[in-house]
């Protein structure tokens, strides 16, 4: 069974948003370089950030996520 689920958010301060964004890739040992490309609007969308905080990388146990998009 295939299952769709739709989140919307509003960001209220991006600069926080994306600092956050860049801990979590930290967090998870993606690399300084990825890290620091999150608090930067010419590298990455705000909606990147989002998937990046929002979509856990590891699925919740008996499911499978099979990609995450944002416009």
Known sequence: MQIEVTIAIT???EAVFR???HD???A???GQEEAVSYLSADLTS?????IM???PGVSPK???ILDSTTN
Request: hydrophobic share 45%.
């Open 28 to 30: 998870d040992q993606l």
């Open 53 to 55: 905080l929002l979509d």
């Open 19 to 21: 600092r956050a964004a």
């Open 11 to 13: 960001v209220d301060d």
């Open 62 to 64: 008996g499911c499978s």
């Open 46 to 50: 705000v909606g990147q950030c989002a």
């Open 24 to 26: 979590r890739a930290l």
